[in-house]
């Protein structure tokens, strides 16, 4: 049982002390992760040698993370469903150096997820490092007016396919001996906000997910972690902000008074996949200005 030998030097180089540490259950994970390589060859601050799959990549905070964990280091493929988009993103990071591959792929379709995993399999010799389950879809509207074939094709694009692309891709995972998945939910996923109910469902339901897998795959080093944005820039939301009153009151509700950017979501993405943040896992962390936390504070005392 007791069979590795810590030395640790602690205050003044000259004083060492040893003392024994028990084996843990996965040794291969522990000794590729741990302080102790730390110290020597490991780059805690670096994805260097690892892979990903990044969902929804070409637009948005998808396009962010991929060049997020690239620049980190890190083999990427990706997915979506618009093939001149895809093959546009993939021409300009093959010319700014990053190693990003493809496929075209609808989330919401079971048969597409086989597909992209078996290409992903294929593409990354049956082991996958990293998962970013980051498509999602809106409509906004009262509760009582979803129709059932909305209420199927936002449950699939959002909960479905994460719960499935989740299954598919443990083996992988689990071969990797570090795998880390992190979705992307929203602050939907904690607070109501206006004719989301749909969307704030799916994204609740990721943020538990987050933590059953977080506990489930732990005897594999799986670390399952999300992210929960507040109002980033990108297409998705374009529209709904391009309505100025509305605009000004996100602005009000937001303490930092100003909207997010993609890269100041995927830099938490990143840093999520890195080997600095191994002891993290089940955690929803909001990317918000602090809309959150915001109770009352009124402009005028
Ligand atoms: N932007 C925000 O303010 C905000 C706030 C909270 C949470 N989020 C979450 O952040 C995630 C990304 O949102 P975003 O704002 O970056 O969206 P976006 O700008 O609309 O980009 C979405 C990306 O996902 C792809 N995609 C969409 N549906 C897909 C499908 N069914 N199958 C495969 N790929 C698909 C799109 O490409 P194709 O269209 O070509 O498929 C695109 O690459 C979503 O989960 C969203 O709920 C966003």
Not at 161 to 180: D, E, I, T
């Amino acid at each position: 049982m007791w069979e590795s030998v810590l030395v640790l030097q602690v205050p003044s180089p000259s004083v060492k002390f040893k003392f024994q540490i028990p084996k843990p259950r996965n040794w291969s994970w522990m000794n590729k992760y741990s302080s102790i390589r730390c110290a020597g060859k490991v780059n805690r601050w670096s994805l260097d040698g690892m892979n990903a799959l990044v969902t929804g990549g070409t637009r948005g905070i998808g396009h962010a993370i991929v060049e997020e964990l690239c620049g980190l280091g890190a083999t990427v493929h990706t997915c979506a469903r618009n093939e001149d988009e895809l093959e546009i993103c993939l021409r300009s990071w093959k010319d700014e150096g990053f190693t990003v591959s493809g496929s075209l792929c609808d989330v919401s379709s079971q048969v597409d997820r086989q597909k992209l995993m078996e290409v992903v399999s294929s593409t990354f010799n049956g082991k996958l490092d990293i998962l970013i389950n980051n498509v999602g879809t809106n409509i906004r509207k009262a509760m009582v007016d979803f129709t059932a074939e909305e209420f199927s094709s936002v449950m699939a694009t959002n909960f479905e396919s994460v719960f499935h692309l989740c299954q598919l891709a443990y083996p992988l995972l689990k071969a990797s001996g570090a795998g880390s998945v992190v979705f992307t939910s929203s602050v939907s996923g904690f607070v109501s906000l206006k004719s989301m109910s749909l969307q704030g469902a799916t994204k609740g339901a990721i943020n538990q997910l987050t933590k059953y897998l977080a506990c489930e795959w732990a005897k594999d080093n799986i670390r399952s972690n999300a992210v929960a944005p507040w109002y980033i820039k990108t297409s998705m939301v374009e529209q709904v902000l391009s309505n100025k009153e509305y605009l000004q009151e996100v602005y009000d509700r937001t303490p930092l008074g100003r909207l997010g950017e993609p890269s100041e979501v995927s830099s938490l993405v990143g840093f999520l996949c890195l080997p600095a943040s191994s002891y993290i896992t089940g955690q929803i962390i909001c990317v918000d200005g602090g809309m959150s936390v915001n109770g009352f504070y009124p402009h005028h005392d």
